[in-house]
């Protein structure tokens, strides 16, 4: 079992910044990819960013590619999402999800590949 705590969300202006956390217990953190997922009212859950095990690759939606960094701590079992110049459409319920057999080096973008999920944090930028 792994359970992911998501903190960080809130209400920021367009422009500006916020830093999601997401901290791991159960199991060895180096051991799994992780990756961030978002879910605005009426839409499915999109991927977002998502990074390997040891941090050495990333991966980013288009639309967040340039304002977002994932990044993890594997020492404080944490992974992070320093989003900066949000817009009001990056408004969304934010998940953390992590993946326990990557198949490759690169991480996933799917959220089938993702065994287990935080249970979000609210995210919501103002125009």
């Known amino acids: 079992q792994v359970q992911l705590v998501e903190s960080g969300g809130g209400l920021v202006q367009a422009g500006g910044s916020l830093r999601l956390s997401c901290a791991a217990s159960?199991?060895?953190?180096?051991?799994?990819?992780m990756g961030w997922f978002r879910q605005a009212p009426g839409k499915e859950r999109e991927f977002v960013a998502a990074?390997?095990?040891?941090?050495?690759?990333?991966v980013y939606a288009d639309s967040v590619k340039g304002r977002f960094t994932i990044s993890r701590d594997n020492a404080k079992n944490t992974v992070y999402l320093q989003m900066n110049s949000l817009k009001p459409e990056d408004t969304a319920v934010y998940y953390c999800?992590?993946?326990?057999?990557?198949?490759?080096?690169?991480?996933?973008?799917?959220?089938?590949?993702?065994?287990?999920w935080g249970q979000g944090t609210q995210v919501t930028v103002s125009s």
């Open positions: 999800a992590a993946d326990l057999i990557p198949s490759s080096n690169y991480p996933a973008v799917v959220p089938a590949s993702y065994d287990y």
């Open positions: 159960g199991r060895t953190f180096s051991m799994y990819a």
């Open positions: 990074i390997s095990r040891s941090g050495g690759r990333a």
